[in-house]
């Protein structure tokens, strides 16, 4: 019960960031959720399966990735604690994805599917706003994303990245930080030792 009640603080002290919810009001809040917990490597979807849900991160980490032509994997995104993370495109049309979303370390996370959403956001309409704002956040970092792949060299790029996100250089691994960038693992290799020279 205690470990439970750590978990549910972590998301309340989030929301209390974005929205003001009376404690009575966010038990309720909490109700349309599902906690899960998830060992590292589990894969929470597949491409191909219809995406019903969206995963909030209380503790751990997850990535979304696809499998390119030549059978190796893209990670296209990451999420860590007071994170969102879902086949954005999927889940609003309830169709399958072709995205798999897998943990990267053993995590707890909160699902919530597009029926619970919308029950959600019927009884507790403030909610709306939290969603609004979560969205624009990740379609600005999107939107940055895309302009620093353009505009930067690949050293610029894994550069920017560990000193943006210099907490995930020290828990993610190596490879999966390549895939990420787009970068294969030796040419990851390669700039890290140019850098430590």
Not at 36 to 48: M, R, S, Y
Not at 125 to 150: G, N, S
Request: glycine residues 4%; hydrophobic residues 40%.
């Amino acid at each position: 019960m205690g470990i439970q009640f750590l978990k549910m603080e972590t998301f309340k002290r989030h929301l209390d960031k974005f929205i003001i919810l009376a404690e009575e009001e966010y038990a309720s809040v909490l109700s349309f959720f599902r906690v899960l917990e998830v060992k590292k490597k589990e894969t929470l979807l597949l491409e191909g399966e219809i995406c019903t849900s969206m995963f909030f991160i209380v503790k751990g980490c997850l990535r979304k990735f696809f499998v390119n032509e030549k059978g190796v994997e893209q990670t296209t995104e990451f999420a860590i604690e007071n994170w969102w993370i879902t086949d954005t495109f999927a889940y609003e049309r309830q169709i399958k994805s072709s995205f798999n979303i897998q943990s990267v370390e053993q995590s707890t996370v909160l699902l919530l599917d597009l029926h619970s959403q919308e029950e959600l956001l019927r009884k507790h309409p403030v909610m709306e706003h939290y969603f609004r704002m979560v969205y624009q956040r990740a379609y600005a970092a999107a939107e940055r994303r895309i302009r620093y792949l353009y505009e930067m060299s690949r050293e610029e790029l894994y550069i920017h990245f560990s000193e943006q996100y210099p907490g995930f250089i020290q828990r993610i691994p190596q490879y999966l930080i390549a895939s990420f960038l787009g970068f294969t693992p030796e040419y990851l290799s390669e700039i890290r030792a140019k850098l430590r020279s």
